[in-house]
């Protein structure tokens, strides 16, 4: 058949660029004809080559043909073999000619054609099959026995080199399309460890919550079967219904850690209680110099524990006192307690030298004059001055009054013996509480109260609730003494002791005065009260008590007691019987009282009074210290002495000049600027009046020496009330069943509830920081 001659015309795959025909070296063709096209192309884009010759010029632009080595294959796996569909030549093979067939590239997959060589190829051992066994006619060399070729690719699709090299470029391309094993495994891994975290995000929570309310983590038995498994299990049961995680990890226990284990516990909770003593302390050193305030206390374990609380003051001038723990002491003794507090101080990265104030009760091992903790502490640091708590003075005020006079001594013995008897006993309460249920109105307690010598306001509310109850009280007597039991006696006396002029006359002045005392105890809880305001607040009460003591507040309290007794058939007032000297033995004076009421009016109510009076007078001038005297003059007037303003600087190293020029231009700033407020300045201090016009107005950096002094006389406690208050968390937390609490986690969750408005938990911080305390826990979060 005669050769046909055709124009040059090229069609590419799209993967290939055709030479430009000025560029072109190609002569002209003397072969067949060529289609060039890839295996992985639709019919629909197939394109016919028409090249004479040209095996060379189609191979050249396509870098996939096997002609080009193994090595080529690995960039194209996506492409898949190269199969040419072209009139393949054919070759003499005995007395037949033979050539490559275009069905075999269906047949066998792998297939792949050279058109330079006119050779058949392996595209899969090519690419991947490069270990000892692999056929290198169908990798390297060829094959083109066409007469053996089925028989020779049967043999070479079966075997083991060339299975495993057609997985491996499965898994190729199959991790082309999902990612590699490798990317898959990773983010297997991401997922696992979010969901990892966002458990114990969960947990954590939840233990947070159960901290910051003061309730029990752990039950009794947190068995699987036990009907009560604790508030924290039970909690976290509840948030299952609303939580894949939790159910999914804690109730179907797809985990095998659950995190609940005690252990676990503590470690969280010690993580969020070191995170917000963290946050105070940063605080501290923000505000460079702070003040101490310890109380102690017993817990149900028989332990004696140390509360510790930081007074400082913030960049806005605000008074803060933040808890930092209870702390277990074996000795309370002097030395050991100012061991344990410098200690403390010194764990918490807090510098003892930036001590100004310490506030501690009266006890001769707080504030001995030799080997107190104040005196040990003072030794170290002179600016740390001790401050006696103003609330503790008030209470020994009151104390001593009502022990020193033999009427009011009794009067409140018969008050407690009156609650013992009536309150002990459920049958004697139930005909109490009988009868004070079938009253109309009711303005005060509806129980008796019970006395004690550190519970401030304890004797107020004993003596408001036999007053507003006393008709009921002596019902509940008579019923209980005409009853027939066996306590019947004891109700009879005390029905007679409670229906006396003595009793009655006690509990109605005694209720004015300890009203008034009262208020001043409240004030004196509060942490934003200053050395001034406590002063201006007792001589405000002092005043008060001097005004009662008058003949118009006795005359009435007398006659209104007076009416009480005749209307109701009680005994009346009597001046007791004096045992009189034989005019002999130089005696023979009788009472100078003329009548009850002179007695009473001068032998109780102006005794009690004046012992009142004295005691306050006496014990609150034992913090009237010469430095907080200056501070107050200096911070307050508009023209302090020089007095005051050398023992300021000299005491805190301030240069006297630059302070008076700061304070000169400071009042006159005051000075101009207050007449613009409206009359609600009033009623504050001077001193309270000037720090709010300093911080609004903004001046700490301007006028930093006042600003100074106002931080250090903020900083000076006035009051333990927060390390008292700090005991009512201690006895919620430490219960009759919770006292195999170690110290530690006792600690720690006071301080999760305690500062749980002041400071918040970063519970993705709390996760990292639980994880990293075990290289195993990092796998997992």
């Not at 003040?291 to 803060?320: C, G, K, P, W």
Request: net charge neutral.
């Amino acid at each position: 058949m005669a050769k046909r001659q055709l124009s040059l015309e090229f069609f590419y795959s799209k993967k290939s660029k055709p030479p430009t025909p000025e560029t072109s070296t190609e002569t002209e063709p003397d072969s067949s004809v060529v289609q060039n096209v890839s295996s992985n192309e639709s019919d629909d884009t197939i394109s016919n080559a028409l090249v004479s010759a040209g095996a060379a010029t189609v191979e050249s632009v396509d870098k996939r043909v096997p002609c080009l080595g193994p090595d080529a294959a690995l960039e194209y796996v996506e492409e898949g073999p190269y199969q040419p569909v072209i009139d393949f030549p054919a070759s003499a093979c005995g007395i037949k000619t033979r050539k490559f067939r275009q069905v075999w590239y269906n047949e066998y997959k792998w297939l792949e054609y050279s058109v330079r060589d006119d050779r058949a190829f392996c595209f899969c051992c090519r690419a991947f099959g490069n270990g000892p066994n692999s056929d290198l006619a169908f990798r390297v060399t060829g094959f083109k026995t066409w007469k053996k070729a089925n028989e020779r690719f049967r043999e070479h699709s079966k075997c083991e080199a060339h299975l495993e090299a057609v997985a491996k470029w499965k898994g190729r391309l199959q991790s082309c399309k999902t990612g590699s094993v490798a990317s898959q495994l990773d983010s297997q891994k991401k997922k696992r460890v979010a969901d990892n975290r966002a458990y114990l995000e969960t947990v954590i929570e939840s233990t947070l919550f159960c901290a910051r309310q003061g309730i029990p983590l752990r039950g009794h038995e947190e068995g699987m079967d036990s009907t009560n498994q604790g508030n924290l299990r039970e909690l976290m049961k509840l948030r299952s219904t609303d939580n894949e995680l939790i159910q999914r990890f804690m109730v179907n226990r797809e985990k095998y850690c659950t995190y609940l284990h005690s252990s676990c516990q503590n470690e969280i909770i010690e993580i969020m209680a070191s995170q917000v003593t963290d946050s105070i302390v940063n605080e501290v050193k923000k505000a460079e110099v702070f003040s101490i305030i310890a109380d102690e206390t017993m817990d149900l374990s028989r332990h004696e524990q140390v509360a510790l609380i930081v007074r400082y003051v913030n960049q806005s001038f605000e008074i803060q006192e933040r808890f930092i723990g209870f702390y277990r002491t074996l000795q309370t003794d002097g030395a050991s307690l100012a061991t344990l507090i410098k200690s403390t101080l010194s764990a918490l990265g807090l510098d003892i030298s930036a001590l100004r104030g310490q506030c501690y009760d009266g006890a001769a091992n707080m504030r001995g004059p030799y080997k107190g903790v104040a005196t040990r502490i003072l030794s170290e640091n002179p600016l740390a001055y001790y401050v006696h708590c103003y609330a503790h003075i008030l209470n020994l005020c009151v104390v001593d009054m009502v022990s020193c006079i033999p009427v009011v001594r009794n009067a409140f013995g018969i008050l407690q013996a009156l609650r013992n008897f009536i309150e002990v006993s459920s049958k004697r309460h139930a005909v109490f509480e009988k009868i004070t249920s079938q009253k109309t109105y009711s303005a005060g307690p509806a129980t008796l109260k019970s006395l004690s010598d550190t519970r401030w306001n304890c004797r107020v509310e004993a003596i408001r609730a036999v007053l507003e109850n006393f008709d009921e009280m002596v019902q509940a007597l008579n019923e209980i003494a005409h009853g027939g039991s066996k306590a019947g006696t004891e109700a009879y006396a005390l029905l007679r002791n409670v229906q006396d002029f003595n009793f009655l006359y006690c509990m109605f002045f005694m209720r004015r005065v300890l009203m008034q005392t009262n208020h001043l105890s409240k004030f004196l809880q509060s942490k934003d009260f200053t050395y001034q305001t406590a002063m201006a607040m007792a001589k405000s009460t002092v005043s008060v008590l001097k005004e009662m003591r008058s003949d118009d507040f006795a005359s009435q309290t007398f006659n209104h007691v007076n009416e009480l007794c005749q209307k109701n058939g009680y005994s009346g007032p009597c001046v007791p019987r004096k045992p009189v000297i034989p005019t002999k033995l130089g005696g023979g004076v009788k009472s100078s009282f003329e009548k009850p009421e002179d007695y009473y009016r001068t032998e109780i109510l102006y005794s009690t009074l004046d012992t009142l009076i004295e005691e306050v007078e006496d014990r609150f001038s034992e913090n009237d210290l010469f430095i907080f005297k200056s501070l107050a003059d200096v911070l307050s007037s508009e023209s302090p002495s020089d007095e005051s303003v050398g023992a300021v600087s000299t005491t805190y190293s301030i240069d006297q000049e630059d302070l008076n020029s700061e304070i000169n231009l400071f009042s006159r700033m005051f000075k101009d600027g207050i007449a613009d407020k409206s009359n609600e300045e009033e009623e504050r201090t001077q001193l309270e009046k000037r720090l709010r016009f300093f911080r609004e107005m903004a001046l700490r950096d301007t006028l930093p020496n006042l600003s100074k002094l106002y931080v250090l006389y903020l900083t000076i406690p006035v009051t333990t009330a927060s390390a008292e208050r700090s005991f009512s968390s201690l006895r919620q937390l430490k219960t009759y069943l919770r006292t195999t609490m170690t110290d530690a986690r006792v600690s720690n969750l006071a301080i999760l509830q305690i500062e749980k408005g002041g400071h918040a938990v970063n519970i993705l911080d709390v996760v990292t920081r639980f994880a990293s305390r075990k290289d195993r826990r990092l796998q997992f979060f």
